[in-house]
C-alpha cells in the first residue's frame, strides 16, 4: 500500500509531463505554421504548468526510487542484476528534458523560432523516453526474460533478452499513448473551463479556442490510438498472460465463442459474471481475429496464481473511460468543422461541462490503467518468478509510514493545485496579450 500509494501519486505527475510536453511543442509548430502568437502564448502558459508538474514530479519519481530499494530489496536484487540497463539510460533521458526544458524557459526569447523548436523537441522526447524506459522495467515484470532463477541466485542473465520483453513494445504503445492523450484532454478540461466563464472576452475567447482545438484534435488522434493500441495490449494478454486476460473479464472455463462481459461482478461460486452485459463471441474475435479462437478460463490455472477478481471493474473502467472520452473528442470535432466559421464560442454549455469532466477522467483512467495492470500480476512481482510475498521487506511498522506519506501526497495534491490555481489566476492571459508580439516575436 506504501508503495502503490507513491507510485499512484508520481504517476498523475509523470503522466501529465509527458502529455504536456507534447502539447507545447505541437503549439510551438503551431506557431510556426500558422505565424499565429497566440501559439507562442499557449505554449509559454503551458510550459509554465508544466515546469510545476515536473517540480512535483521530480521530488516524488526521487521517493519511488528509495522506496524501490527499501520495500522491495529481493526484487531489487534481481533488477539490479538483470534489468538495470533502462534505469540507467532513464537517467540520461531525464537530463536531457531537464537541460533543454531550461533552455527552453529561460532563453526563449533570446533563441529564434527553429531553435526554440529543436530545444522544445528535445524536453518532450526526453519526457516520453523516460517514460518508455521504466515501462520497459514494468514490461519486464509482466514478461520476464534474460536469466534464471536456480537455488535463489540469478544465473544466465541476457540484458538485451530481458530488454527486448515480448511484451513491451506493445506496453510501450499503449503506455505513451495514453499519456499523450491525457495530457491533451487536461488541456482541453482547462479551455473549456475558462470559455465557460461568462465575463469573457472576444479576445480571450479567440485565445482560448484556439488551444482548445488544438487540444481537441491531439485528444481525439490519441483516444482512437489508445483503443488501438489497448487492443493490441489486449492481444498480448491472450498470447502471453492467458490467466490477466481471463481475470479480466471473468472467464472460468475454456471455450470457443467466448464473450466480452461488460461490467457485472465475477463469482467464484457462479463460475462467471453475475450481472454483466454478454456480447457473444466478442473476446474470442478481439483476441484472435476469429469468433472460433479458443480463450483459456481461469480454471486452466491453479487458484493460488489467480489474481484478484475485481480487475474485472477495473478493465472496465478503464475502457469506459477510453470510448467515452473518445466519443466527446469526436463530438467536439465534429461541432469545430460544422460551426468553424461561427464567431465566437461555438460549444453549448453542456459539452463544456463535459470538457471539463474529461481531465479528470482521463487521470482516473491512468491510474485505473496501471493498479488494473499491476493488480492483475499478482501474487506475482516478476510474473511466474518471485512472489510478491518473497519480494517485500520483512520490516515491520509501515502502516504508520503509509498513514504519514498518504497525509503527505494529499497535501501535495492539494498544494499543488493551489499553486496553478493562483499563479494563473493573479497573471490572466489578458495581461499578457498586449507584449506577446513583442516578448514572443523577437
Ligand atoms: C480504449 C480501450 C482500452 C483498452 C482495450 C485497454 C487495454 C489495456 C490492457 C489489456 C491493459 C493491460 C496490460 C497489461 O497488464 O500488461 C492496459 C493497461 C493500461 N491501460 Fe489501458 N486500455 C484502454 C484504455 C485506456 C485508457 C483510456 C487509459 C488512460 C487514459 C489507459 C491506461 C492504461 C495504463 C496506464 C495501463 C498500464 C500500463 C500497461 O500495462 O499497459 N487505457 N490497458
Not at 471473468?250 to 470457443?256: K, R
Amino acid at each position: 500500500m506504501l508503495f502503490g500509494s507513491s507510485m499512484a501519486f508520481h504517476i498523475i505527475f509523470a503522466t501529465l509531463t509527458v502529455g504536456i510536453t507534447l502539447m507545447i511543442l505541437l503549439a510551438e509548430i503551431m506557431r510556426l505554421v500558422k505565424k499565429d502568437d497566440d501559439y507562442a502564448l499557449l505554449a509559454k502558459r503551458w510550459t509554465k504548468g508544466a515546469a510545476v508538474l515536473l517540480g512535483v514530479a521530480i521530488p516524488s519519481g526521487t521517493i519511488v526510487a528509495v522506496m524501490l530499494s527499501l520495500l522491495w530489496p529481493h526484487f531489487m536484487e534481481i533488477v539490479g542484476e538483470v534489468i538495470a540497463l533502462p534505469f540507467q539510460i532513464e537517467i540520461f533521458a531525464f537530463f536531457l528534458e531537464a537541460l533543454f526544458l531550461s533552455i527552453y524557459v529561460y532563453a526563449a526569447d533570446r533563441l529564434g523560432p527553429v531553435t526554440r523548436l529543436i530545444a522544445v523537441f528535445f524536453v518532450a522526447f526526453g519526457a516520453s523516453a523516460s517514460a518508455i524506459l521504466i515501462t520497459n522495467a514494468h514490461a519486464w515484470m509482466n514478461t520476464p526474460r534474460g536469466f534464471d532463477l536456480v537455488d535463489g541466485q540469478v544465473v544466465n542473465v541476457d540484458p538485451l533478452a530481458a530488454i527486448k520483453a515480448p511484451s513491451f513494445l506493445v506496453t510501450a504503445n499503449h503506455v505513451v499513448g495514453t499519456a499523450f492523450m491525457t495530457g491533451a484532454f487536461v488541456l482541453v478540461a482547462v479551455a473549456a473551463y475558462r470559455l465557460l466563464n461568462t465575463h469573457i472576452t472576444e479576445r480571450e475567447t479567440s485565445y482560448h479556442r484556439k488551444g482548445l482545438f488544438l487540444s481537441l484534435i491531439v485528444a481525439f488522434i490519441m483516444s482512437s490510438y489508445t483503443a488501438l493500441s489497448g487492443h493490441e495490449t489486449a492481444v498480448m494478454l491472450y498470447e502471453e498472460l492467458p490467466i490477466k486476460l481471463a481475470a479480466s473479464e471473468g472467464l472460468f472455463n475454456t471455450t470457443d465463442n467466448a464473450a466480452l462481459t461488460i461490467f457485472g461482478t465475477p463469482s467464484i461460486e457462479a463460475e462467471g459474471v453475475i450481472g454483466g452485459i454478454e456480447i457473444p463471441g466478442m473476446l474470442s474475435w478481439i483476441a484472435t481475429g476469429s469468433t472460433d479462437g479458443v480463450i483459456q478460463g481461469l480454471n486452466e490455472f491453479p487458484q493460488d496464481e489467480w489474481p484478484p477478481l475485481f480487475i474485472h471493474t477495473l478493465f472496465n473502467v478503464m475502457v469506459a473511460i477510453g470510448f467515452t472520452l473518445l466519443g466527446l473528442s469526436g463530438i467536439g470535432l465534429l461541432i469545430w468543422f460544422v460551426r468553424r466559421k461561427q464567431e465566437g464560442i461555438i460549444y453549448p454549455k453542456w459539452l463544456l461541462a463535459a470538457f471539463v469532466a474529461c481531465g479528470p477522467l482521463a487521470v482516473i483512467g491512468i491510474e485505473t490503467g496501471w493498479i488494473y495492470s499491476c493488480t492483475g500480476r499478482q501474487p506475482w512481482t516478476i510474473y511466474g518468478i518471485q512472489r510478491t510475498a518473497d519480494a517485500a521487506t520483512n520490516s515491520g511498522n509501515l502502516g504508520i509510514l503509509f498513514f504519514l506519506f498518504s497525509v503527505l501526497y494529499i497535501f501535495l495534491l492539494v498544494l499543488t493545485a493551489l499553486v496553478m490555481y493562483f499563479y494563473f489566476k493573479r497573471n490572466p492571459v489578458s495581461d499578457e496579450f498586449h507584449s506577446s508580439g513583442e516578448q514572443l516575436n523577437s
